[in-house]
């Protein structure tokens, strides 16, 4: 009996993945293993996969399979994070930084995982609060003003005590995993997934402090970052973007290739 008892689907909302559910199902028939998925995207396949609602899929798997692009790894990373789950990426997108797994391997890379010949690599997260609401994400969070409204006054703190004051645009804060996407276009530098940090960028930034303010603020995942914005207009401003770890697992098998 291996590791895995439940194995859960996350596919991409467009490409047919019918070659992958079949390689999938046949390795899981074998070992006895379940396969759900959520119900919206599992309900035009055939296979015997479990349909469950969003809520459930974390809650019942013990491995949760990506089969997209970076877009449909994010999604699989926000199922899993509450329950902890690893997830593992299977990239069938046209380019995909974040799976680590082509089709041709995914048999046994599913076998690594269930015979535990697999390791995890943890991805830190960002939690917004403001007054819609929390919010979790693990790539970047964009603060953008609304049109017809002045600059975003930005204030980052860490650990509570106030660390540079600006005006912009908008700003991007971004995890190393979020480092490549709207943080590198702003002008921000790229991490690898591993490092414990932050990347804060303005665009169309105005210092406001004496002497120039920084466009890029790399800051510490573990200093209890903050970020509060204000557009000095009405609600839902000002928000608070904390920078917390939230953690969540990706996995890959152990061969040294990889």
């Given at each position: ?13 467009s ?7 079949e ?18 995207e ?17 809650q ?76 979790v ?47 590198f ?8 997934p ?48 904390t ?6 697992r ?9």
């Amino acid at each position: 009996m291996g590791l895995v008892k439940s194995v859960g689907l996350v596919l991409h909302p467009s490409r047919r993945c019918s070659e992958v559910l079949e390689t999938i199902g046949a390795w899981a028939v074998a070992r006895g293993i379940e396969v759900c998925g959520l119900a919206e995207e599992v309900a035009a396949y055939q296979y015997p996969i479990t349909p469950l609602e969003t809520a459930l899929v974390g809650q019942r798997a013990d491995l949760l399979v990506s089969l997209g692009g970076d877009g449909t790894m994010l999604r699989a990373l926000a199922l899993a994070q509450a329950h902890r789950v690893p997830v593992l990426g299977v990239n069938l997108g046209r380019l995909g930084f974040l799976p680590e797994i082509d089709p041709s391997d995914l048999d046994s890379a599913l076998c690594a995982v269930d015979e535990n010949r697999f390791t995890v690599e943890e991805r830190s997260g960002l939690q917004i609060t403001s007054a819609d609401g929390c919010a979790v994400a693990f790539n970047d969070i964009a603060l953008v003003r609304a049109p017809g409204r002045p600059m975003a006054a930005v204030e980052i703190h860490i650990e509570g005590h106030p660390f540079v004051r600006y005006a912009a645009d908008a700003v991007v804060v971004a995890t190393p995993t979020g480092s490549t996407a709207y943080s590198f276009a702003a002008g921000g530098p790229s991490h690898e997934p591993a490092q414990e940090l932050v990347a804060a960028d303005g665009a169309l930034i105005e210092t406001d402090v004496d002497g120039a303010g920084p466009d890029v603020v790399i800051l510490p995942s573990t200093a209890g970052t903050a970020a509060r914005t204000s557009t000095r207009s009405p609600p839902p401003w000002p928000a608070r973007v904390t920078a917390s770890y939230v953690p969540n697992r990706a996995a890959s098998d152990d061969r040294p290739d990889r």
